[in-house]
Nanobody, 123 residues
């Protein structure tokens, strides 16, 4: 099993930056593909980014491509999401998640989830 804890959320003005972290505990962190998802009030949970277990491949939603960067440090068992040029529409509860799949953008394919960290972008 993997336990995930997100941190780094907060309130930021449009155009600003935040860096989210997701610390994992448990064994075999490096065997999971890690993903970030977000959910705004009244909306479905949506895919943001994912990174393969070997760190060789990254994937992004079109809405964040060029602004967000996902990375991971397998030695520290931590996944990061660097968010630049933030927009009010990026406001949401951000979750990290782990999947045994090589890659998936579907939240249904992710086995483990953190509790989420709130990101609020003011205009």
């Amino acid at each position: 099993q993997v336990q995930l804890v997100e941190s780094g959320g907060g309130l930021v003005q449009a155009g600003g930056s935040l860096r989210l972290s997701c610390a994992a505990s448990g064994r075999a962190f490096s065997s999971y593909t890690m993903g970030w998802f977000r959910q705004a009030p009244g909306k479905e949970r949506e895919f943001v980014a994912a990174i393969s277990r070997s760190v060789s491949s990254t994937y992004y939603a079109d809405s964040v491509k060029g602004r967000f960067t996902i990375s991971r440090d397998n030695a520290k068992k931590t996944t990061y999401l660097q968010m630049n040029s933030l927009k009010p529409e990026d406001t949401a509860l951000y979750y990290c998640a782990a999947t045994s799949d090589y890659y998936s953008s579907s939240p249904l394919r992710y086995d483990y989830w953190g509790q989420g960290t709130q990101v609020t972008v003011s205009s």
